[in-house]
């Protein structure tokens, strides 16, 4: 810092690297602090390489729910949304070869978020049920929309007809010849009416619209997936919806979590900070890891060969 005389005096501002203010009649001139950044930290690294499956995710299952996030701020999209909530959670890390290849691993993140309460579901994998009561009757092949919605209403008071279930169901598959990690997106939906004698099975996916032990749930086997039902209803021209989160059931999916997944992936991108002083990669060829004497060493000291 400086203090000028004559016409420099009179400078205000910025030029280059020096700004300039006056104080108490004077121009004091002081240099910018110049901070550099690094732009390979860990958090931006674990940000970088947990970003892509999620926007993977979101672009498989976005047309499937437009309106799934219920209060938004003024500005902020489903996606924004999306993003926000599934980069808390369920961390997914892909290697920047990964994300060039567009790979997305099925994973359990939240799809939904509203006022609506949560369908509650018990047990894991392949086998789970929910908290929706069908009382006595179960689901066949005979049995149509008419009595599944007379079953949910009449067994859950969260429930009335013109209400929606719908059934999310993303299959985890890999490429046989890439290795590259792939989701293909199903989803159905059911209108509780009393009055529609159409077969239940013949529109919706069976496997999540079953019968288990006196509610609705999921069995059989869809392989290697996530899954989830929602709630909906419409009220004075908005939608509502419950909060849901996709259920795990992706036998793969821990190959790409944890700290050996992130570590792979960082790397690919580059090391989380570079250390000058450290040698990158590895080396072949002999290693001399004599210091004393001798005749095969040439610099060591003694012997003949000394000077």
């Known amino acids: 810092m400086a203090i000028l005389n004559g016409i420099a005096s009179k400078l205000k501002g910025s030029a280059g690297s020096l700004t300039f203010r006056r104080s108490a009649g004077r121009t004091i001139v002081s240099e910018k602090v110049t901070e550099v950044k690094i732009s390979r930290t860990e958090p931006q690294q674990r940000h970088r390489t947990k970003w892509a499956n999620v926007v993977q995710m ?99 008071v969260d429930y009335n007809y013109g209400d929606q279930i719908s059934f999310f169901l993303v299959k985890q598959l890999v490429n046989a010849e890439t290795g590259i990690p792939y989701c293909q997106f199903f989803s159905c939906k059911v209108v509780l009416d009393a009055a529609n004698d159409a077969k239940l099975w ?60 992130y570590n792979l992936a960082a790397s690919s991108y580059g090391s989380t900070r570079d250390v000058f002083l450290s040698p990158d990669g590895t080396a072949t060829g002999n290693t001399n890891a004599g210091s004393g004497g001798g005749n095969d060493n040439p610099g060591g000291g003694g012997g003949n060969d000394s000077l």
């Open 58 to 156: 979101y672009k498989g299952i976005r047309p499937l729910i437009d309106y799934g996030f219920e209060t938004k701020p003024q500005g902020v999209s489903d996606y924004n949304m999306f993003v926000k909530v599934n980069m808390q959670q369920s961390p997914v890390y892909l290697t920047k070869p990964l994300v060039a290849g567009g790979a997305c691993v099925a994973a359990p993140y939240q799809i939904t978020q509203g006022s609506l309460p949560a369908i509650v579901v018990s047990g894991t994998g392949q086998n789970v049920t929910t908290d929706i009561s069908l009382g006595s009757d179960g689901i066949s092949a005979a049995t149509t929309v008419a009595q599944f919605s007379r079953s949910v209403v009449g067994n859950n």
């Open 202 to 261: 013949d529109g919706v996916l069976k496997n999540g619209f079953s019968s288990q032990d006196g509610t609705l749930g999921h069995s059989g086997n869809d392989g290697d997936c996530v899954y989830c039902w929602v709630h909906s209803r419409k009220v004075n021209g908005k939608t509502l919806v419950s909060s849901q989160t996709l259920i795990n059931a992706n036998s793969i999916l821990a190959e790409y979590q944890g700290d050996l997944a």
